[in-house]
């Protein structure tokens, strides 16, 4: 049996790779055992032994700043910009993985600058390992994880894109995901006056948004006004759920909660500080309205302190403050395990992110919610192929790995670490 070396790969379920790879890449990766052999099982064999020890050759660290179209307010900070990170990890064996950092500061404590710096050093201590041992690098990482989430999260989503380019398969499937390759996406209203707000909900729901996440957190009366001007303006077909983003104290969480009631909220994420997981208990237990934890949630021992304070209805999972897909994963299993059910969220990611973010929700049923609009007040989109958007439905690629990549054209400008 003679194979050619694509239709090796493609057998083995490297198809990608092969498409992917130069002529120079190729003929690097037949070296270490991609390609052909002399029968099917010793060329088996061989591509094992080449996956083994494929190393990480060389990472990629570039300023990925895109300007937004008007900033960004929520109860407890402004952003006028992403500004964010984009990690390339480039292997011996010619596969590229893809990642990005979204630091939001008012929610994260990281800065664009912390970023790079923390990824200088994340770069320093991998170069030359297993690009595929994601477990192993999120070990490595240590503290990382803890003071820069969001560079963690870039480095793992470019390893879990190497690792779907290598099995030929979308991260969702390599995930246990497989039958939820679409799926609806709230859009979010930030923070304006009442009027202001009402309007921009309601040129969402034209737009064909079913569910819009609205701000609140800055004083229950202009809370309760802007909610109640929102709903007159959507009518009863739009589902709405409301993000305190810790901007309320547990007296005025309790007072917001039972007036907004009314108004046929779905949710609120983090009435109350983050901090005050005692508070959060309190509130929930008098609110007639469902809570959801997102910043007193950041990685897998949070869920579990949320679980036994019994503090929360959902988790909001964000891969910028988990440290990535693999911990999201972990978060989810945790929640699953106590019967909870969980939405991805995001901060002001591109496309690419969001794609990953997208893999997450796709892999895991108890996942019942997505907020992935990061990147609607982007001036521009840099991102070719990945997630897309269908009215209000987010549709994943069926491509291995993420599959999106930054535009070449778009890279060449970039300012590189």
Known sequence: MTLTRKSFLTYLGLGAAATALSSKGMAAAAGRGFGPAGSSGRALEETRKGV???????????????????????????????????????????????????????????????????????????????????????????????????????????????????????????????????????????????????????????????????????????????????????????????????GWTVPQAKEALGRLAAFRVEFCEQPGAAWDIAGMREVRSESPIAIMADEALFGAPDAIKLIRADACDYFNIKLMKAGGIFNSVKIAHIADAANLKCMVGCMLESRLALTAAAHVVASQANIWFADLDGNSEHVEDPIVGGVRLERDELVLPDGPGLGCDVDPAYLKKLRKI
């Open 52 to 246: 083994k020890s494929m190393k990480i050759k060389d990472i990629e660290i570039y300023a990925f700043d895109i300007k937004l179209v008007s900033p960004f307010v929520i109860s407890i900070g402004q952003m006028d910009s992403a500004t964010d990170v984009l990690i390339r990890i480039i292997t011996d064996a010619g596969i590229v993985g893809v990642g990005e950092a979204c630091p939001f500061p008012p929610i994260t404590g990281e800065t664009q600058e912390t970023n790079i710096a923390a990824a200088r050093t994340l770069r320093e201590m991998f170069v030359g390992k297993d690009p595929l041992a994601i477990e192993a690098f999120l070990r490595g990482a240590g503290p990382i994880v803890h003071t820069n989430p969001s560079i963690v999260a870039a480095f793992d989503m470019a390893l879990f894109d190497i690792l779907g380019k290598t099995a030929g398969l979308p991260v969702y499937r390599l995930l246990g995901g497989g039958d939820r390759t679409r799926f609806a996406t709230d859009i979010t209203v930030s923070l304006e006056t009442p009027e202001a707000m009402a309007a921009e909900a309601k040129a969402f729901a034209d737009r064909g948004y079913r569910t819009i996440k609205v701000k609140v957190g800055q004083g229950v009366d202009l809370d309760v006004a802007r909610i109640k001007g929102i709903r007159e303006a959507v009518g009863d077909a739009v589902a709405l759920r409301i993000d305190a983003n810790q």
